[in-house]
């Protein structure tokens, strides 16, 4: 599964899911459980649970975004202090 394979919308099997986000499939259920903003899978039957492939995607375009701005907050930092005299 590619990132350029993985659907846009609909559903999508834990497998699929934990190779686009590039995790293993008991790391997506640690996350279920631990990260209340990661979507929640979907039981269709006994054996077989799917993700909402669109909700995925935005979950991680969120995650990304705050990744961002932490890093330009952490740079912003470091360019200021950088600024200063330290003597």
Known sequence: MTIHSYPQDGHARPKATADFLKVTTVTLWRWEKTKPDFPKSTRLSERVSVYDAAEIRAWLAA???VNQRIKFTV???I????????Y
């Open 75 to 77: 740079l912003s930092l």
């Open 63 to 65: 995650k990304k975004i």
């Open 79 to 86: 360019s200021a202090i950088g600024t200063e005299s330290i």
